[in-house]
């Protein structure tokens, strides 16, 4: 019988023979492959619901695209968002943000000007309020918000990474709601300069779980960067996207995982009355700021 012995609250009435589960196994990684070359080879066409809410974030992430380069700030794509351009040329397929990623440098400056200058955009707005800068659309037809942007900051290590570098790291993490960068450069070695190593900041996704899995990276990875497809327009990249997007989320990086984190907003949004006609103007709205504003 197949079964964890150790659970003795296990009904074995309800158990299967191994062989049996052995067969419902082949069946599911059936389907799973059936799934992931559509997903891989296929351009499927949205619905046109997601159509619009997909043409807003281009052009959101466009306005951020813009505002970067107005104020010479360098930026990536990242996580979720760099694995949809290079798997999808887009995004994945049920993803309902965006990531990016920046060095501290110009992740510190990019807090500045949004702290002064996003009052002039209407519909956005600024969330410092978690371990990483969240810039939102925000729908005043619907109250809510459409679109984020998650900003993660990474941070140069000057010259060689201290023998017990990952503990010292792991250890500055446990207080991670009172981030102090003067006395984290200090404790770690870090450095605004480029150097040959990088780490994702402390309080990013990385190094919280196995999917993403602390790692000390090389600069020649990521820069120079290249343009990659996403969505209707190129954006920045890892000039080594495939090795980046295997370090974040391992080897079979490339195929449909078997489960998929859950999203809500999506489904939220779906539910709304007329939903596509607001989207529809909230996008003509961003699209015309993009193409007049000086940023």
């Known amino acids: 019988m197949f079964f964890d012995k150790s659970d003795d609250k296990i009904n074995k009435d309800d158990l299967i023979p191994r062989k049996d589960f052995e067969k419902l ?3 599911v990684d059936v389907h799973q492959d059936y799934i992931n070359n559509l997903y891989v080879f ?3 066409k949205p619905t046109p619901f997601l159509e619009c809410v997909r043409n807003l974030s281009y052009e959101f992430l466009r306005f951020f695209d813009g505002l970067c380069e107005g104020h010479e700030l360098t930026y990536w794509l990242d996580y979720g968002t760099l694995l949809g351009s290079v798997r ?10 965006l990531d990016v990623g920046m060095m501290r440098e110009d992740y ?3 807090t500045e000007i949004l702290d002064s200058s996003m009052v002039e955009f209407e519909n956005m707005s600024v969330d410092n309020s978690g371990n990483w800068i969240m810039i939102n659309y925000d729908s005043d037809e619907l109250g809510k918000t459409v679109m984020s942007i998650n900003v993660f900051p990474y941070d140069y290590i000057e010259g060689n ?3 017990n570098f990952e503990e010292m790291y792991n250890q500055l993490r446990e207080n991670i709601s009172s981030i102090d960068v003067d006395g984290m450069y200090d404790s770690l070695g870090l450095t605004f300069n480029k150097n ?6 402390i309080e990013g996704i990385r190094g919280k779980s196995k999917m993403h899995s602390f790692k000390i990276l090389e600069s020649d ?13 190129d954006f920045p990249a890892p000039n080594d996207s495939i090795s980046y997007a295997r370090d974040i ?3 079979r990086f490339i195929k449909i995982p078997k489960k998929k984190p859950k999203q809500t907003r999506l489904a939220r949004l779906m539910e709304i009355e007329n939903i596509e006609e607001i989207l529809e103007r909230s996008c003509e709205d961003l699209k015309g700021l993009n193409d007049n504003y000086d940023f």
């Open 88 to 97: 999808h040329d887009d995004f994945i397929p049920w993803d309902d943000d």
């Open 196 to 201: 040959k190593y990088y780490i994702a900041g």
């Open 25 to 27: 196994q082949q069946v």
């Open 221 to 233: 990875g990521l820069f120079p960067l290249v343009k990659s497809r996403f969505g209707k327009y």
């Open 161 to 163: 990474p201290m023998d």
């Open 108 to 110: 510190m400056r990019l």
């Open 249 to 251: 989320y391992g080897k």
């Open 42 to 44: 296929y351009k499927l």
